[in-house]
């Protein structure tokens, strides 16, 4: 899916740091902390957000020491105490959700960029992911622009648990009608839609879709299968434009399927977001296109909204 399509509202938006800015913290001899499993049940996930943090640190020309640390089977707050010191300028992880509550109720006193969400929060603490709340509200909002008002729900037999949270944002998030079905309807009436949940093998058996208002998620789209013509879905830019060569660098270095390729973007904006933090310190809001979408940061945390798509008959364009 590494399409190459040249589109001009997709170009990068946001402003290329200075390397005079983005030196500023080496005279201080200024390290970033990393805090990721190397072992253990998140070791592959965190292998690609890592390979996607240090293509996208490499092309970046900076020159800040990175300091990486195993969060396997540790706790956090000794994990804090025993690495964070005077040079420390920013901590990025954990990546377990549980560590990053563990972090939480430390209450750093050092910025750190979470790599998960916690249901509590805290000032020094960003909590960045690739949330399937996200993609809900990401997706959400593209229905809600074509009117739906009543949508039908069909689930992979088998795989009903996995998208649960997806229907729960979904409910949680709109006026939306849900119902459930076992099959495609014939047609949809006026202002109905059909969410298929599943993964793309069971995607490309459905048969009499038509080709309006259908939609699915990122998960359901992969290399093997081309979506079905006129479904929408919401996911991570990178996987659909060039416009990111330290993502393809690290892809092309160690090839992975689409799920993983999300991780090396994510890695890669990680990475960005430390970057800016670091030019400047007293900024009070951060906004960027990035790797896996829009991310905009705050007082208040991050934010982050997904590209959202349409299999045509010409491909695939952007909404």
Known sequence: MWNKMNNKK????????????????SSVQAEVLIILPESGPLARAAFSIKQGFLSAYQVSGQKVPLRWVNSDRKKIPQLLKQYVNKKTQLVIGPLAR???????????????????EATSKTAKVWQFSLSKRDDAAALKQQISQDGIQQLLVLRQPGHETEHELVLMSLLSQSNLQLHLVEKPPFFLKHKQGI???GNADWLATLRGLG???????AHAINEQHSPPRGIKFCDVPVLYF????????????NPVDMSYQRLIAFGGDAWQIAQYYLANKKLKQIEFYGRTGLIQLSEQGVQRTPSCFQQTAHGLKVL
Do not use: F
């Open 10 to 25: 997709w170009k990068i938006k946001n402003k290329i740091l200075g390397l005079s800015l983005l030196l500023c913290c």
């Open 98 to 116: 549980q560590e990053v509550e563990q972090l939480i109720q430390s209450r750093p006193g050092i910025r750190t960029l979470s790599l998960n």
């Open 195 to 197: 969410l298929l949940l």
């Open 211 to 217: 080709h309006k208002r259908i939609y699915t998620v």
């Open 242 to 253: 060039g416009h990111w060569p330290d993502v393809h660098q690290a892809y092309h270095q």
